[in-house]
């Protein structure tokens, strides 16, 4: 299915995510349980003080570029991935959705006119690169990605194609061949792409890649974007960071200087020390939640997304034998009314999969205990099931 945002006027407002979660904020006095961030937690934090080079930060402009201890970090990330990158190829941003947008605003600067993405994708990105100016296209991520359809659709300098892996919200990723074929036709016919790789160290599957970045040699028209916010379960640090070729980092440094000069000082420290720690007790809790929610899912005969990576699942609820409330957001108001309990629909994404809803992973196994069983006894077809 292709699904296209074109050139008119389209209305501006909150996610449905942030809609819920503003509702949640006018009745702090109820016990909430919120699983509508994606956001994998920290099973102890533990984690290492951190060094301040002058003061807390807070008093020094960082450079526009990125303080060098954590460019430095960030490189020595990419090699022990596999891949060879040095500093200057590195821009630190603030988080992930700030450097889609510096990237989305210098191609459209620069000619390129439409954004092809394996969907569906998050509905603000498909608003962000719609006010970058660009026509937004979104194809299914197995059709247009893993199957290769981007090759039909001839695309050339005036292009860009958006790869999400693992794919939020269905767990999909890369496999080696097929992210070979797309960066030798990048180079032959000089579209754009951006890899968004901001749950890389969540990874599943052995037949799939974590990341493309080894298998990057010729860096002209690659953007590859990255984030604490879910790899180190920080989002409110608000640190991300790009890896493109120098060139272009140094025109994203340009516009990241005019648009808002630099990243928080101390936030970049951090980053810095959370990098060094490493995420492996992260990864651990969010491949046992995993776990815990198929296994679920496949006991309770529910359909499930590709599941090969993430940090979310994916739940079909129109799967488990039809019902009279197949739509997400039916479901997802019946949970906040009756459980308190907060999830994102498919209502969050572009296109809409209405009958689809996620739910994180890395969250604690006993908060998984108590939740699963609550969404099966609001699963509309047992309801319908119970009334015949
Ligand atoms: C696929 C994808 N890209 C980018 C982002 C933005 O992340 P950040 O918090 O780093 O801006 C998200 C956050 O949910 C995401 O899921």
Known sequence: MTSVIGNGYRRMGLSPLSRRLSAVAQTVSEEWTLLAENIPMWPELSLPPVNLISGDGHYDYAPSQGVDALRVALRDRAAAQGADIGIESVLVTNGAFDGLGLVARQLSGSGVRRAICGGPVLLSFADLLHAAGLEVVVEDW???IAAQGWASL???????LYVNTPHNPTGACLDDSTARALLAARERQGFS???DLVCDSFVFDQAVIGTPLPLIRDWQGVYAINSFSKNYGAPGLRIGWIIAGQAAIEQLTIRLEWERISVGT???????????HGNAALVERVRAGRQMILDWAAG?????????GGVQAWLNLADSGGSDCEDAEDFADKLMMKHKIVITTGANYYPRAAAWFRIPAGVSEAVLRDVLPMLAASWPSRNTARRN
């Open 142 to 144: 197995e059709e247009l």
């Open 193 to 195: 792409v951006i890899f």
């Open 266 to 276: 101390a936030a970049q420290y951090h980053a810095a020390a959370l990098c060094g």
């Open 300 to 308: 309770n005969n529910i359909g499930v997304g590709a599941q090969q």
């Open 154 to 160: 001839g695309l050339g300098p005036g292009d860009l």
